[in-house]
Nanobody, 126 residues
Framework: QVQLVESGGGSVQAGGSLRLSCAAS????????MGWFRQAPGKEREGVAT???????TYAESVKGRFTISRDTAKNTLYLQMNTLKPEDTAMYYC????????????????????WGQGTQVTVSS
């Protein structure tokens, strides 16, 4: 059974840090395009970061220099380290996977994903 299970969300003050995890099962995450998305109330889901099979990464401009995507092959888990958090980072965060991909980017993964997780809430207060 294929599953993506996110964890690590919470409430922090501006300037704080959180690390999100996305545990994958039923497939090998390191061979897929994996990514993080977020959706704030009343807004569209947007790509945050992606990582491809060879380790290439993409980031949304709004998080560059503050967020880092990584994965642990042995644990089949994707991570998002979020530093210097801002109130505008408040959203539900989701991970997604595309097992057969040609392009690994936020827009491509949003169109072509195979799986979504259930999401984890991040709230940043000022």
């Amino acid at each position: 059974q294929v599953q993506l299970v996110e964890s690590g969300g919470g409430s922090v003050q501006a300037g704080g840090s959180l690390r999100l995890s996305c545990a994958a099962s039923g497939f090998t995450a390191s061979l897929a395009c994996m990514g993080w998305f977020r959706q704030a109330p009343g807004k569209e889901r947007e790509g945050v970061a992606t990582i491809g099979r060879g380790g290439s990464m993409t980031y949304a401009e709004s998080v560059k220099g503050r967020f880092t995507i990584s994965r642990d092959t042995a644990k089949n888990t994707l991570y998002l380290q979020m530093n210097t958090l801002k109130p505008e980072d408040t959203a539900m965060y989701y991970c997604a996977a595309d097992r057969e991909y040609s392009v690994c980017s936020g827009s491509a993964l949003l169109r072509n994903h195979d799986y979504w997780g259930q999401g984890t809430q991040v709230t940043v207060s000022s």
